[in-house]
């Protein structure tokens, strides 16, 4: 019967892990939206600009 607790061990400690990353991660996209509503002063086309990488050209 302690065999299963090893055999369970592993795959705990991934979870884990897993769960540590998700609450890491959600913290960083949070502090990324916050950042982002606070700087946003009315610029709504920022988007827009031809430093943005994108092209309205269809060519």
Do not use: H, I, Y
Not at 2 to 26: D, G, I, V
């Amino acid at each position: 019967m302690s065999n299963a607790k090893p055999t369970n061990a592993p795959a705990a400690s991934r979870e884990e892990r897993l769960a540590a990353r998700l609450r890491e991660n959600l913290k960083r996209r949070k502090a990324q939206a916050r950042a982002l509503s606070a700087g946003d002063d009315g610029a709504a086309d920022s988007g827009d600009s031809p430093e943005s990488g994108l092209s309205n050209s269809a060519g």
